[in-house]
């Protein structure tokens, strides 16, 4: 069975920091054979896209709401994912999920083959 377990979320100021890690577990699961992108949902709104990093690390896209102050990385030793969070803003507050898919383009648009539970970032003004 596999999981994706998100953590690093909390309370913070606007224009602060925060980093997020998605851990990946499960028998024989690598996340090497995977793109892996991060989601949002805020209250009374949809899951929306942050940003997708390829299998290798060598490709990442971000959405343009968040394009020059976070950050997605990639860890395949450790199985894990990072979201760095710079200039945090209120409208960055919502509940972020990690996603995997073998296609980015497919995780892309929101159909991943497994998401995480989600970690609360919350940005206070």
């Known amino acids: 069975q596999v999981q994706l377990v998100e953590s690093g979320g909390g309370l913070v100021q606007a224009g602060g920091s925060l980093r997020l890690s998605c851990a990946a577990s499960?028998?024989?699961?690598?996340?090497?054979?995977?793109?892996m992108g991060w989601f949002r949902q805020a209250p009374g709104k949809e899951r929306e896209f942050v940003a997708a990093i390829s299998w290798s690390g060598g490709i990442t896209n971000q959405a343009d709401s968040v394009k020059g102050r976070f950050t997605i990385s990639r860890d395949n030793v450790k199985n894990t994912v990072y979201l760095q969070m710079n200039s945090l803003k209120p409208e960055d507050t919502a509940v972020y999920y990690c996603?995997?898919?073998?296609?980015?383009?497919?995780?892309?648009?929101?159909?991943?083959?497994?998401w995480g539970q989600g970690t609360q970032v919350t940005v206070s003004s």
């Open positions: 499960g028998r024989t699961f690598s996340i090497s054979g995977y793109a």
């Open positions: 996603a995997a898919h073998p296609a980015m383009t497919r995780l892309r648009v929101g159909a991943p083959d497994y």
